[in-house]
């Protein structure tokens, strides 16, 4: 694997199969050493067949870390599975997602990732959420400062993941302040069968890809 200093481009056509490993650390200075320690082990492990690549995201709050891996398929990922060795963000313990919509990509440089996490009762819940999501946001102009927001749909259709790119925290936030955002979480938090858990604020700790 070769390593990279930009974050992964989510809407890849090879990618069939993305697989999100969060991991709760509780410091910031665990949170660096651990993800350097993944970030080794990765580099010095033959790399999957079918793995395209591993991005590891530190939580801005310095209490977590996220892994985000595009997988060619499915099955490519099981083969991966039966061999695989316990470890920080190993992607063992994983949910499986595929992308279902992206909204406003640009060529802009984010600054960092904000993510939002759903449970949900059923595949019908998944795409009701996010459809209700992207038809709420087209009604208005893009909000200052987001550059993407790219929808997963789980596997086993419990969760929605949001992967959403934007200029800064403090573009978000402002976002926030402003209460623009504010119909999004409205339809997040009231739609039946949809529970909105904990998002986080991260920066791209380091991404390795496949040669």
């Keep these: 694997m070769r390593a990279a200093d930009t974050l992964p481009d989510v809407i890849r056509p090879d990618s069939g199969l993305v697989v999100i490993s969060p991991l709760y650390i509780g410091g ?11 970030l080794t082990r990765w580099t010095q492990t033959p790399m999957p067949q079918g793995l395209l ?12 870390l996220l892994a985000y891996a595009q997988w060619t398929d499915d099955d490519q990922y099981a083969d991966y599975l039966r061999t695989a060795e316990r470890g920080p963000l190993d992607l063992v313990d994983a949910v499986r997602y595929r992308l279902y919509r992206s909204m406003h990509a640009t060529a802009v440089e984010p600054g960092c990732v904000i993510t939002a996490t759903f449970d949900v009762d059923g595949p019908e819940r998944q795409r009701h959420i996010v459809d209700a999501l992207a038809e709420a946001a087209s ?15 789980s596997v086993d259709g419990t969760r929605v993941f949001n992967y959403a790119e934007w200029i800064s925290l403090q573009a ?13 979480y409205r339809i997040s938090l009231e739609t039946p069968g949809v529970r909105a858990t904990r998002g986080r604020a991260y920066h791209l700790h380091g991404v390795l890809h496949a040669n």
């Design 28 to 38: 910031a200075r665990q949170q660096k050493e651990v993800a350097n320690e993944v």
């Design 172 to 184: 978000h936030d402002q976002a926030v302040e402003n209460a623009e955002l504010d119909e999004i």
């Design 139 to 153: 009604r208005v102009e893009p909000f200052p400062g987001a550059l993407s927001a790219h929808f997963h749909l």
């Design 53 to 64: 690549s591993m991005s590891v995201f530190t939580s801005l709050d310095g209490e977590a």
